[in-house]
């Protein structure tokens, strides 16, 4: 087996390990969410809106980085009921 086809191998073999961590991580991430909290009303969907609204502005202002955006943006959204 030539080293390209091995070293290929290899790079597929890692990238399909990831996706099944990944997707493990998510399965944990709905299931532990769905146990521990109850269902958000209306108004509270809204406000999470409200604040990921205020959010993007704040990052198309350039008022804080894409590290801090993304780090708020994934807290703001694993808060949304999303059935």
């Known amino acids: 087996m030539s080293q390209a086809r091995f070293q290929k191998q290899q790079r597929e073999k890692a990238r ?37 609204a205020v959010l993007h502005a704040r990052f198309a202002a350039d008022e804080i980085t894409f590290e801090d955006f993304e780090q708020a943006k994934s807290l703001l959204t694993e808060r949304l009921d999303v059935r």
């Open 16 to 52: 399909r390990e990831r996706a099944e961590a990944k997707s493990a991580r998510k399965e944990e991430r709905r299931e532990g969410r769905e146990a521990d909290a109850p269902p958000l009303t209306a108004s509270e969907q809204a406000s999470i809106l409200d604040e990921l």
